[in-house]
């Protein structure tokens, strides 16, 4: 057995890709055996899930709705989450925490309603100056966190937790006093000329909501990758994050650096903010913080802070996430159930460093009694 983690989980190729992959499957395994112990058959209920999110057909599909229209519903789902689980990778890789994500998504949001999304604004101005805002607005609080942190040396999830509360509040008052909707109690819908979510677009018989920051989310993760692997300011991001005694000694500024990485995550969860609140919902729920931004600190440690394999997982969470509605209803499982998978699936993504450590002295057992043996 022990021969046979090393040589799956060993080596330094690709090592921490293996192991997201087994993290995965080891998550997807102990789902099984929860609906298998309630009675219910694993392979339907993960089938139903891949339904649900659009990669696999339907029995039945509602008017102008197919297996395309869902996938694309799941691709406008899965955007803010690449831009928060990027928010969250950069940070960690600065030897940051970043759990104020939630509260730069919700202020991103609330800022661009109120300046563009009531507005009259053509949509050709309104829909960059929306993402504009995002980042601004990100940038702002992710840098405030930052300086609080270089200047006053107070820990940043001591104050990203305090300005999300405080985030949540001030907007929640706002919205409640003079953007309420009278019917759904939540923030007016913003116009469709800001919407960054195309909804209801009719094309080939169907009806679409078409995400278009998708491409954005995509392109903003391989630069991000650029950023961190070719660049200076990446390196020392990074070389931050390792040991900041060490940056130190070799000249890198830590207070700037801080501040510029908190900056530059607090953009990304802007971006994350507007995508959500401006996109895919459109509207804004007072009293309520997504939960977006603390399922991305998973993802992120899903995607192993990797800017790519943050991709891939917000994709795998969402098809969880999307499907599991639809697996509720054909299953008759309680839907929370989904979240049981997800946070299993996320809790050994969050044992992956102590996988690599075991793995690691594994092999140096194996190599110590072999070289004993001879």
Do not use: H
Not at 24 to 53: C, F, W
Not at 55 to 82: E, H, I, W
Request: proline content about 2%; some cysteine; hydrophobic content about 55%.
């Amino acid at each position: 057995m022990k021969r046979f983690l090393v040589k799956l989980l060993g080596g330094k190729e690709y090592q921490m890709l293996r192991i997201s992959i087994f993290s995965i499957v080891l998550g997807l395994l102990a789902g099984a055996v929860i609906l298998l112990l309630i009675g219910e058959n694993p392979l339907a209920a993960y089938m139903n899930l891949l339904q649900g999110s659009g990669l696999l057909p339907k029995r039945s599909y509602a008017g102008k709705q197919n297996m395309f229209t869902d996938f694309v519903q799941l691709l406008d789902a899965m955007t803010p989450m690449v831009f928060a689980s990027l928010s969250v990778a950069v940070a960690l890789k600065g030897g940051l925490f970043n759990i104020g994500v939630s509260g730069m998504m919700m202020a991103s949001g609330f800022v661009a309603s109120v300046l563009v999304g009531y507005s009259s604004l053509a949509a050709p101005i309104a829909k960059p100056l929306v993402l504009l805002i995002g980042i601004v607005t990100g940038a702002f609080v992710g840098s405030l966190i930052g300086w609080l942190k270089y200047k006053f040396n107070i820990n940043e999830v001591v104050s990203a937790i305090m300005i999300n509360y405080i985030l949540m509040y001030v907007i929640t008052f706002f919205i409640n006093s003079y953007y309420v909707d009278a019917v759904s109690r939540q923030s007016k819908l913003i116009g469709e000329s800001a919407r960054l979510t195309l909804v209801d677009v009719r094309a080939m018989g169907l009806k679409f909501n078409i995400p278009l920051a998708f491409v954005l989310a995509i392109i903003a993760a391989f630069v991000i990758r650029f950023l961190m692997d070719r660049t200076t300011l990446g390196y020392e991001i990074k070389a931050v994050g390792l040991s900041r005694s060490a940056a130190s000694y070799a000249g890198i500024n830590i207070g700037r650096n801080i501040l510029t990485t908190m900056m530059l995550s607090g953009a990304l969860a802007g971006l994350a903010g507007v995508t959500y609140f401006c996109g895919y919902m459109g509207t804004i729920q007072p009293g309520v913080i997504p939960s977006m931004g603390f399922n991305a600190i998973a993802v992120a440690l899903l995607g192993n802070s990797n800017p790519v394999g943050c991709i891939f997982a917000s994709f795998l969470i969402t098809i969880i996430t999307r499907g599991s509605i639809y697996m509720s209803s054909q299953q008759g499982v309680e839907i929370e159930l989904a979240d049981v998978i997800t946070a299993i699936i996320l809790i050994f993504a969050a044992c992956s460093e102590f996988f690599r450590m075991y793995v690691s002295r594994l092999e140096q057992e194996i190599l110590a009694n072999s070289q004993s043996v001879e």
